[in-house]
């Protein structure tokens, strides 16, 4: 079975920043790599997917990630952080062969101005 | 867009009552899901629904029933809440065959906090 582990439980980080979030994973074959974010008071919502090809994946609102299968890592990682990307981020990985998601414990993303 | 309600945000029940927890979804997607989340714990998965009457146990499904009759609603059931079930829970749907792969982006809803006091 798959597993995931978030280092980092708690990041703040400086309004204009840079933000890389850690997520390593376990998984015998080629993993489904998910980063989703949950806003206060929402639910999640995808900010990228990997399953094949490119190592360096593009996501929604300035985000990117980089698979390393040497590392078994899929660290997510932003520029610029705005005010607006204080909220916690969940990394998940999925099998092909599954419908699960194994989901990390989250890591909580403050932003200061 | 895929659109997820959850009947309620925010529940307080007492020890012992039975609660019910609502989601629909509107986008005809054939599997949802039913997720707890703690702090320090995540997301874990109690239920999945892959069809109409058609359900499997995730990995923590103790104390929990589920119910689908209807395609685009599923609903979550504490027979007897206790204080552990204090929670956010989530619901999520995606689209897909049954039993196959994750490839598909799973929707969620924005959760119902339930108290049980």
């Known amino acids: 079975a798959q597993s995931v582990t978030q280092p980092d439980i708690h990041i703040t980080v400086s309004e204009g920043a840079s933000l890389e979030l850690r997520c390593n994973y376990s998984y015998g074959a080629t993993p489904y790599l998910f980063w989703y974010v949950q806003s206060p008071g929402q639910g999640l919502q995808l900010l990228l997917k990997?399953?094949?090809?490119?190592?360096l994946v593009q996501g929604i609102k300035g985000f990117e990630a980089e698979f390393k299968r040497s590392q078994s890592s899929f660290n997510l990682r932003k520029p610029s952080v705005h005010w607006s990307d204080a909220a916690e981020y969940f990394c998940?990985?999925?099998?092909?062969?599954?419908?699960?998601?194994?989901f990390g414990a989250g890591t909580t993303v403050t932003v200061r101005a | 867009d895929v659109k997820v309600t959850q009947s309620s945000r925010y529940l307080v029940k007492r020890t012992g009552e039975k609660v019910f927890l609502e989601c629909v979804q509107d986008m005809d997607h054939e599997n949802m899901f039913w997720y707890r989340q703690d702090p320090g714990l995540g997301l874990r998965l109690i239920y999945f629904s892959y069809d109409v009457k058609m359900k499997e146990k995730g990995d923590i499904p103790e104390g929990y029933s589920v119910s689908r009759e209807k395609k685009e609603r599923f609903s979550l059931i504490l027979e007897s809440a206790s204080t552990n079930q204090t929670s956010m829970y989530l619901c999520a749907t995606y689209r897909g065959l049954a039993g196959q792969s994750s490839y598909n982006e799973q929707f969620f809803g924005p959760g119902t906090r339930l108290t049980v006091l």
């Open positions: 990997y399953f094949s090809g490119d190592t």
């Open positions: 998940a990985v999925g099998a092909q062969n599954d419908y699960k998601l194994s």
